[in-house]
């Protein structure tokens, strides 16, 4: 059996021990340079795009582990670390496009990725079009042949977990297509195999899997990726190689965590959608998910991240600040059940328009679905809910 008969869940075990020689767990390689044999080697290195023992803002042999699992479970040629999941937005974006250029994107995306597309790319003179992530016309229509160089999608969107149809936008021919897949993990879901050409990941969230690591990746065909390499050395948000072993822990669990969360998070929704005072509950495992079909078919399991809505900013409010298990944080993808108010939070700087085309209400609540015992977690909700809006 080689390596590439295994299932995803056993290549999350076995993938990424470059940099181990006999040591079972990631060996840390916490230097920021090496010694180089002669000038030649120090040459032929500062140019390649994976000289691993060089300079660590260039690679790391820790990174590059990280890095080679990542691209294992992608089904990619290669990956590049970041310093965060945001570095790895703005090195592809800032790396793949020039001033001219044209980008289409969507109007549900995590809020730092909007402000990028609506603050920084103007004033590099990127013009971006957003479309509505669930149409899939809508992505191939705003195209401008020649001007379009790149698509850059997020599935399931951050919050209200929107979809977008991978097929589809692996079909459109020209630009290079991009999918932020942070909210399903490497183990949720393959853009690469709907023939997207890079996949992104905050490894912050799920990846890293215990809220102790600021980290990114971008995985996808070796020439892409040499690209992004050569703007990533310049953008400095490489990799530490303590974040990247953490990285290379997290994945080593991530498979019975993503189940664990999923079979929680199922529960959860059901009971929230059972419930009268609650509105609005999105989550890609419940049939009632306007595109359950589409999540069937290309995301191997639901995840842990579920929304919906309370009647406004009071009860929303009153409800995150209620809950004794789940947390108040704004991350997501961890051990510990965490809560969010989007709308004063992960996306206060949205304007009224731009929250509601991307479905966030006044009372919209987030809860990322951690470890915790299921029992627990929804008496929590229950009691949270009771208090934020009196008994049912
Ligand atoms: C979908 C998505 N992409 C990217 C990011 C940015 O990741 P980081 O916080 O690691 O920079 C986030 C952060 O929440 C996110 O939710």
Known sequence: MTDAEFHPDTL????????????????????????????????????????????????????????????????????????????????VVLGLCSSGDHVVTQHQLYAGTQLLFQAVCPRFRIDVTFVD?????????????GRTTLVYAESPANPRLDLVDLDRLGAIAGPVTVVDATFATPLGQRPLDHGVDLSLHSATKAIGGHNDATLG?????????????????????????HDAAAGLRGLRTLGVRLERQSATATRLAEALEADSRVRG?????????????????????PGGLLTFDLPDVDSGARFVESTRIAQLATSLGGPETLVTHPASTTHVNLLPEELAAAGIGPGTVRISVGLEDAEDVLADVRAALDAALGSS
Do not use: C, K
């Open 133 to 145: 992530a669930t149409d899939p016309d809508a992505w191939e229509a705003a195209v401008i042949p």
């Open 217 to 241: 990746v971008v995985s996808g065909s070796r020439e892409l990726l040499d690209w992004i390499w050569g703007f990533a050395v310049l953008q400095g948000a490489n990799a530490s190689p």
């Open 281 to 301: 509950v999105r989550y890609p495992g419940l049939p009632s998910h306007p595109q359950f079909e589409l999540a069937s078919r290309q995301l191997r399991l």
């Open 12 to 91: 999350a075990i076995r993938a990424g021990r470059t940099a181990d020689d006999r040591a079972l767990a990631p060996t840390i390689w916490a230097t920021t340079t090496f010694t180089t044999g002669s000038v030649a080697e120090g040459r032929a290195m500062a140019t390649s795009t994976d000289a691993a023992r060089f300079y660590t803002r260039y690679g790391n042999p820790t990174v590059a582990a990280f890095e080679s699992a990542v691209a294992t479970l992608e089904g990619a040629e290669a990956a590049r670390a970041f310093g965060s999941g945001m570095g790895a937005v703005a090195g």
